[in-house]
């Protein structure tokens, strides 16, 4: 199983960015998945999560506080994609940014790094 995440660049404070992430032998479709993000000298932490019914009709995204609702998440079942949707971005969001995946519905806590099997290698996101 391979993740790859994509989009990550350099943004101006209160810009926005959308990043994107992709899987090889491993499909999103009723599986938990998560954004984490790591600065350096910091401990990776959750940002946002979506948990999905087995069928995908019916989703629960969790989210970090710290966020104010700026981070959403959503899925493109056709497509296979999971996106990490950041608005109003601050130069303390500056990090790189991990797409995490687990091959069960749900995990718990949604924001720990051990609660998922499978990782991409990361997106870096700089916000001047």
């Known amino acids: 199983v391979q993740l790859v995440e994509s989009g990550g660049g350099l943004v101006e404070a209160g810009g926005n960015l959308t990043l994107s992430c992709s899987a090889s032998?491993?499909?999103?479709?009723?599986?938990?998945v998560a954004w984490f993000r790591q600065s350096p000298g910091k401990k990776r932490e959750g940002v946002i999560a979506?948990?999905?019914?087995?069928?995908?009709?019916?989703?629960?995204?969790y989210s970090a506080d710290s966020l104010q609702d700026r981070f959403t998440i959503s899925r493109d079942n056709a497509k296979d994609i999971i996106y990490l949707h950041m608005r109003n971005l601050k130069p303390e969001d500056t990090a790189m940014y991990y797409c995490?995946?687990?091959?069960?519905?749900?995990?718990?806590?949604?924001?720990?790094?051990?609660?998922?099997?499978?990782w991409g290698k990361g997106t870096q996101v700089t916000v001047s």
């Open positions: 032998q491993f499909s999103f479709r009723g599986n938990a």
């Open positions: 995490a995946a687990a091959p069960r519905s749900t995990v718990s806590p949604w924001s720990y790094v051990v609660s998922y099997d499978y």
């Open positions: 979506n948990h999905c019914t087995a069928t995908g009709e019916f989703c629960m995204p």
